[in-house]
């Protein structure tokens, strides 16, 4: 305890010689918090506890105490600033209000857009960019680095190439990446906690340049990882694998979960139901709907020209979700883990061809 010996109380207009400190800024190590009794103290409370919570907020912490968590992994929380976008750099329309005006203007529609040669060769430009990304990002998965630090990677990475991180603002989604660790099935945000040895983390990459938005997602090892874990990353990738080899003219957008749900059930996994593969193009989000799960109601049927992204989300255990209080995070609803795979591709007359 600092000595109190020549301070003044704090309280406006007081003046006095301070006999005692504030014992909880003295527990969270803040100077200067001199009063002269405790009726003095008790007068300033309604504004020096504010000091208590801005050292709280400003160290790492949960910001969701009294939430009940389906796992252990918590939030760590602050959040980094918003990351700075060059002015030069073409933004979609949600960029600065957070919202996607013109999604929302045919989110009624079930109409597929089929692009032309000028509109798929933007595609193509930016699933090349984005693949880069997320390697970039993925390449500095390790025990120790936080979510948050990814962040800045993928940030940085995307910008130099003159792309505009599509999650950054969409919705008022805080962050240029989403980071799902363990059980957060999709959404997470990028925070303070370190990565340890034996998670698995999945890094979701969606880049806009020329007009144009390429999404695709892969999780990764962070160091030892437990066999089911591993073969849980397995299924996942294969799910998509075998997904992707079903795609040509003719078939129909509801056919993909029979496929994606019967590999992962024969292992022993569920398939997440309330995300679904989409539609991707000028739009980050549009028709159609693609779920990952056996009868669905999907409307629509492959034809040349469709974008669209698949990206199955397998569970150790339940198939359903619970948000965390951040309303993005989506975690499953028994804590056990869950992994992705996301690619976005273009039917052919041939068939498929993977852009990202």
């Known amino acids: 305890m600092a000595s109190t010996e020549g301070k003044v109380c704090q309280t406006v207009g007081c003046g ?3 006999k005692l400190q504030c014992p909880t800024c003295l527990k969270l190590k803040i100077e200067g918090s001199f009063f002269c009794s405790q009726d003095c103290f008790k007068k300033n409370w309604g504004t020096h506890k504010a000091v208590h919570k801005a050292k709280i907020e400003s160290e790492p912490h949960d ?14 929380y602050p959040l980094s600033p918003t990351r700075h976008v060059p002015a030069e750099i073409a933004r979609p329309d949600y960029a600065e209000t957070g ?13 597929i857009k089929c692009l ?10 930016v699933c090349k960019v984005a693949r880069e990304v997320l390697d970039i990002g993925a390449a500095a998965v390790r025990p120790g680095i936080t979510t948050d630090e990814i962040d800045r990677i993928v940030h940085e990475a995307t910008i130099e190439r003159g792309a505009y991180p599509s999650p950054l603002n969409y919705y008022n989604f805080p962050k240029s990446v989403c980071t ?23 890094i979701d990459v969606t880049c806009y340049l020329g007009g144009f938005h390429g999404d695709l997602n892969a999780t990764y ?18 799910c998509l694998e075998k997904a992707i080899a079903a795609v040509k003219p003719g078939m129909k957008y509801r056919e993909f979960g029979k496929i994606i749900e019967a590999h992962a059930t024969a292992n022993g996994f569920s398939v997440v139901r309330t995300f679904c593969g989409h539609g991707i193009n000028q739009l980050f989000h549009c028709a159609p709907n693609v779920p990952h799960y056996a009868n ?8 040349p020209g469709h974008v669209f992204t698949i990206e199955p989300m397998i569970c150790e255990g339940t198939w359903r979700d619970e948000l965390w209080p951040d309303q993005w995070s989506a975690a499953t609803a028994d804590g056990k883990r869950s ?12 068939g498929v061809e993977i852009l990202t």
């Open 180 to 202: 799902s660790v363990n059980e957060i099935i999709c959404h997470g945000i990028p925070d303070q906690r370190p990565l340890q040895e034996g998670d698995i983390v999945n």
């Open 63 to 76: 910001p969701f105490p009294n939430y009940k968590y389906t796992g252990p992994l918590r939030a760590v």
């Open 296 to 303: 669905n109601k999907a409307i629509g049927v492959c034809k």
């Open 116 to 125: 032309n040669e000028k509109e798929i060769e933007g595609m193509r430009k």
């Open 339 to 350: 992994a992705q795979f996301e690619h976005t591709l273009l039917v052919t007359e041939e």
């Open 99 to 111: 919202i996607p005006v013109s999604e929302q203007n045919v989110r009624a529609s079930s109409t």
């Open 221 to 238: 090892l962070v160091g030892k990882v437990d066999e089911k874990g591993q073969k849980l990353v397995i299924n996942a990738r294969e």
């Open 16 to 18: 006095k010689p301070a």
